[in-house]
């Protein structure tokens, strides 16, 4: 997943605003959560900035895949460890008395919850892949010590 | 539904909840908790609680006797089964001579801080031969690692360190290789790394390099710790110059002994035998080591099992000289216990589901949750403490 520096390194940096952003950079932070498209930026679109239009077109390839990405479990790698449910920064901010202090959901339909020993996928609308300011966040996934959750496009 | 202590592993998770779904429990936990019963029997026929009661009282009278186990029962009834062995003149054991004993020991000359403590405020944590993915498998989410509370609001991301210091690359290691503020530090003998410590402590290069970035990362904070393993245990040859390491560098140490109630056992030994060991024969008024094992076991004419399966959890050595001995088990779950032909086995209540204390790897009693409604398929039993009074009081 590129990062904001990453994609405001290629853009023409010249704040011009055709976009309708004040900046390059926050026009940069919108195209990861998908709230903007590189068609929006013009001059980025003439010759001059042809390379690196390549360079960034390829790099988010991975965002527009995403966009059709599920979560998934594979129930049978799952050994109920809770790091994805504690570590998910949607649970965070919505259960910060329990979930968040390493203690059982108590939130009504998580995204994620330890069920029979293992991790159950409640409401995967809260899912911070989906949605209008949808981000690629890879969070639960990169602190499964099982490689129990893959993302669809992975798979 | 009613929340309940699970007791699968010494992290004893508080906030199991348990009814038709069992929520928040670990796999090992689940497994504990909805694993298959056991059944009162006398040689191998379905009885009912009272006549095993008696038959078992007729089996230990006048033999010499070994209880083992323990570890997975209340402090409680360990008290009963230390008053057991006592009226018996019996050798108690669990399992802390073989694994896990040595760690409980060096904690108690060591600092060390509660889990709740290091939950709030835990910067640097070292997981040291210890993989608790197996072991313990919420230890990371629940207190040391993932949890954003107290001083450690912005998460493992930007406010915790994770080191996993192994001989092999374990699920743990491999989380903190991945993670942007951690690191795996690859060990062939854990004295190397200590020594590493050491050198580093007096600004000089060791055989690991990266001891100097963890010291410089343990003074952003003041809690910072040690998460000691079985593999620490079993490596390490000079305990006295880890111990000075712990104490130079101002790492807390907590033993990640994963037996469920062990340090519960090693506290009531202390407290009844006057004696810090790891189990007692009271023939001979002497501490139990691992040296004395063989023959505690090849000696003894009858065996009590509570709360184990010796035949999963012991090297074979010991194992072995079971056979032929007259057996009675006290336990809740079917085992291979079983292999054993036991003369007796009285089906107890799980600890899970009963009243009493435990003690938490770091030393923190907790008190066990009830279960107020049995299912049917829990039936009726009386918990490991009844079960030892009601044969204390025959
Ligand atoms: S992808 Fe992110 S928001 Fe979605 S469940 Fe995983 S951690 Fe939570
Ligand atoms: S982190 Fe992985 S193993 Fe742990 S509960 Fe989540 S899916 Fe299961
Ligand atoms: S970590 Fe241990 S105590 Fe907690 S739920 Fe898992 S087995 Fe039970």
Known sequence: MPSPMEIYKLLPKTNCGECGEKTCMSFAFKIISREKKLEECKPLFSPKFEKNRKKLEEMLEIVKKAEETGLVVNEELCIGCANCVVSCPVHVEKDPYNAAMGRGIKMENPILRIENGVVKVVELNLCRRYGKNRTLCIVCRENCPTDAISFVEEM | ?394
């Open chain 2, 1 to 394: 539904m009613q929340e309940i202590v699970c007791t699968g592993c010494s992290c004893l998770c508080d906030d199991v909840v348990y009814g038709d779904t069992v929520y928040h429990a670990c796999r090992k936990g689940y497994r504990l908790l909805t694993g298959k019963k056991e059944e009162n029997s006398v040689n191998g026929e379905k009885t009912d609680v009272y006549r095993a009661l008696k038959a078992a009282r007729d089996v230990i009278d006048g033999k010499k006797l070994l209880i083992f186990g323990l570890d997975n029962v209340t402090c409680e009834a360990q008290e009963l089964a230390l008053k057991l062995a006592k009226d018996f003149n019996a050798a108690i054991v669990d399992h802390s001579a073989l694994s896990g004993g040595k760690l409980l020991e060096l904690s108690e000359r060591l600092d060390s801080v509660s889990l709740e403590k290091f939950r709030d405020e835990g910067y640097v944590s070292i997981y040291w031969g210890a993989n608790p993915h197996n072991s313990i498998p919420r230890l990371l989410s629940r207190f040391t690692y993932y949890p954003r509370c107290g001083k450690r609001q912005r998460g493992y991301e930007e406010d915790r360190f994770l080191v996993v210091a192994d001989v092999r690359k374990s699920e743990t290691a491999k989380l903190a290789e991945k993670s942007k503020t951690g690191l795996f530090i690859r060990i062939e003998k854990d004295d190397e790394l200590v020594d590493s410590f050491l050198k580093a402590l007096n600004g000089r290069a060791g055989k690991y390099p990266e001891v100097a970035r963890i010291l410089k990362e343990v003074e952003k904070a003041e809690v910072n710790a040690v998460f000691g393993g079985s593999g620490l245990c079993s490596g390490l040859k000079d305990f006295d110059k880890f111990e000075d390491v712990m104490k130079k560098s101002g790492l807390y140490f907590i033993p990640a002994t994963s037996k469920t109630n062990m340090r519960g056992f090693l506290e009531t030994v202390a407290e009844v035998t006057g004696c810090r060991c790891y189990g007692y024969d009271f023939e001979r008024g002497a501490c139990l080591n691992l040296k004395d094992l063989p023959e505690v076991f090849a000696c003894c004419e009858a065996v009590m099992v509570i709360g184990a399966d010796p035949l999963r959890t012991l090297p074979h050595e010991l194992s072995k000289r079971l056979a032929g001995k007259v057996v009675v088990a006290i336990n809740s779950l079917k085992s291979l216990v079983r292999l054993l032909k036991p003369k007796v086995t009285i089906a107890s209540t799980l600890s899970a589901f009963s009243s009493g204390t435990m003690v938490r790897l770091d030393g923190v009693k907790v008190e066990l949750k009830e279960l107020k409604e049995m299912k049917e398929s829990e039936g009726k039993t009386l918990s490991d403490e009844e079960v030892l009074k009601e044969l204390l009081s025959m």
